[in-house]
């Protein structure tokens, strides 16, 4: 009789441990994000794209999905549009005349912590997990398991930020802001403070036209985002059409005081041009800080310059589809006067696919800045 418990004993102790060790083999370890893991995935490739590669030191064409690692470059031209796919599940889509560096990634106190250099256009970051953070010349913006929008303009560097979700944080010299949900800021320079506001109609279409993740975000914004008292019929506020892009516009951060009227006699555009270039009905006011559309100068061509040409070192480059004098200067980093003199062409931007014209040998680098985390 003992000995039959005894039996027993051992087939129970059998079946316990063999029972723990299938669990264990069954239950899935642990993991933690690493920077060694890391991929990234450039893809959603429309319109002309080109990635530099810092061993090649110049600009090539991007047709389809392909790697992108550390130190290498991604430019958007007039008709462009790309994505960056981090393994981490975060996403960074670029807008049209858009130039961003990948950085480093390291393991911070939120996850991973992957870094971007952000030189002109404009990008949207969805990263649900860990921190996104984007350095760009008047100052730095990061964003902990949110939606962030980030508009560099060229001209004058000046950046516009909209919070759709989550935390953002908005810091140059003079100090750091924190965002919410549905709230906005604007830099000026490197050393203003940081302007905040709320987010615009036009924000949350722009969000919506490139963004589907958004699309889930919206209904919580609604209590949100004002609607301009001294709009009778606030068109702007049906976010579901998406306000498209005006082809050949830019953007400038809107002044205190600056109506539609007075934006649209400043730039030499009737009214009702300038509101419906951002889906604005003509009555409503936009909010100072708020980016906003503006038509491009109406410059006619003048005489050749006396005494042009390009430097020695420079070289012949001919004109592709949807290439400008403002995609070349933003890719080859040389001013747009100095693209004008080297090829003789007055005060003219007009450039023709298949046109020959001189441009700088090599590409310049982008200077690393002094805060990107090093590994």
Known sequence: ???????????????????????????????????????????????????????????????????????????????????????TGAVIRM?????????????????????????????????????????????????????LNIWVVQETKAVIVTCLAGICQVANQSGAVQLTSGQSAAIADAVSPPTTGKMSAQDISRWLQFNPEATQQIPILTMTVSVPQSSPTPAATNTSTPCPYPGGWTVIVVLPGETIASL???????????????????????????????????????????????????????????????TLSVAYRVKIADLQYANCMGESTVLVSGQAIYLPAVVSPVPTPSGTPQT
Not at 20 to 37: G, M, W
Not at 116 to 130: D, F, K, Q
Request: proline share 5%; net charge negative.
């Open 1 to 87: 009789m003992q000995q039959q418990i005894k039996y027993k004993r051992i087939i129970f102790l059998f079946a316990l441990l063999a029972s723990t060790t299938l669990f264990c083999l069954s239950t899935p370890a642990e993991t933690t994000d690493s920077p060694n893991d890391l991929t990234i995935t450039l893809g959603e490739i429309a319109g002309t794209v080109q990635m530099l590669k810092p061993a090649v030191g110049l600009f090539e064409d991007v047709n389809a999905a392909q790697l992108v690692a550390e130190g290498e470059q991604v430019l958007t031209h007039a008709d462009g549009f790309a994505s960056l796919a981090y393994s």
């Open 95 to 147: 807008g049209p005349l858009s130039l961003l560096t990948v950085n480093t990634a390291i393991n911070g106190d939120t996850g991973l912590l992957t870094s971007l250099n952000l030189e002109t256009g404009e990008i949207w970051a969805v990263a649900e997990h860990g921190t996104v953070e984007v350095t760009t010349a008047n100052g730095v913006i990061s964003a902990t398991r949110a939606f």
């Open 264 to 326: 649209a006699e400043k730039y030499g555009v009737s009214a009702s041009q300038m509101a419906r270039g951002n889906c604005l009905d003509i009555f409503s006011t936009p909010q100072a800080g708020i980016s906003f559309y503006i038509p491009p100068p109406l410059v006619e061509p003048t005489a050749t310059a006396e005494n042009c040409g390009p430097p020695q070192d420079w070289i012949i480059h001919t004109v592709k589809s949807g290439e400008t004098l403002e």
